[in-house]
């Protein structure tokens, strides 16, 4: 039997998983795998997906399922568990139950974003606005604790936010942002899929009026590779990154995880 593997989500029109691990497997001269995308608008379809689909060695998790995938998981490494929030999912065997299988989660996106936004640091970043507060933020709020970076989450309304305790007074709604606040963050990082494609013209409701060339912007998105929130970056001469090559850093190690 092939191993596969693949990515759920929903919806998945945007992904650039499929494109990446069949090119790779034909790069490196990997036989006997697949992958495939499987679209799931509702994450309780997860359990038939895995019993449907028994040479499944491992997934990757997209939005919006980072978060709700977890009670379906029978454990979790250490980051994900510190995180919340699962995107890579390794599938085994369960050794006193050969019929059944092991769902143990991780977050890669920890790796890829530590990795990709560390060359790009400077002293000014000392403090930085999540755009989100979904799976993704919270990746991200972890690599930049973790460097020591304070962050604040913008989100649209602060009561529905699902934060930790720790950020709970660390929340801004996009109407509070003003110059003072831009000014006071010089990392932007949009963990939203605000204008990833086909909505390629939508951007976070950010004053960008008020950004600087000091500034960072950074955008998870990578479909479109400049997205119009990087596009409102440059225009006011600020570094942008966007999160192409974080998605290759962290599919690169799920693929460690998944043959590990």
């Keep these: 039997m092939s191993a596969s593997y693949g990515l759920i989500g929903y919806p998945l029109s945007h992904s650039f998983s499929k494109q990446y691990f069949t090119e790779k497997f034909e790069k490196e001269g990997i036989s006997g795998c697949e992958y495939n995308l499987y679209p ?15 040479g499944l ?6 939005i919006p399922h980072k978060e709700s995938v977890l009670s379906f998981l029978d454990e979790l490494d250490e980051t994900a568990k510190a995180v919340g929030a699962v995107n890579c999912i390794k599938i085994t065997s369960q050794i006193l139950n050969p019929g059944s299988k092991n769902l143990k989660g991780y977050n890669t996106d920890v790796a ?15 403090r930085a606005l999540i755009i989100g507060t979904g799976g993704a933020a919270k990746a991200v709020a972890y690599v930049l604790k973790e460097i020591g970076i304070d962050c604040y989450f913008v989100t649209r ?6 934060v930790s305790s720790y950020y709970s007074d660390k929340l801004f709604t996009y109407n509070e942002l003003n110059e003072y606040i831009i000014n006071a963050f010089k990392l932007i990082v949009n963990t939203t899929p605000v204008g990833m494609y086909p909505n390629v013209d939508g951007c976070p409701a950010l004053p960008y009026q008020f950004l600087q ?33 974080m998605l290759h850093l962290q599919a690169e190690e799920a693929w460690r995880i998944w043959n590990s």
């Design 40 to 54: 799931l608008d509702d994450i309780r379809s997860l359990p038939k997906l895995i019993t449907e689909n028994p």
């Design 57 to 62: 060695k491992g997934l990757n998790v997209t």
């Design 112 to 126: 890829g974003f530590r990795q990709s936004i560390k060359p790009f640091l400077e002293i000014q970043h000392e």
């Design 157 to 162: 309304d602060k009561h529905g936010a699902k």
């Design 213 to 245: 060339p000091s500034h960072l912007l950074y955008d998870l998105v990578y479909n479109p590779i400049e997205t119009e929130f990087l596009k409102q970056g440059k225009l006011k001469g600020t570094a942008t990154v966007n999160g192409l090559s």
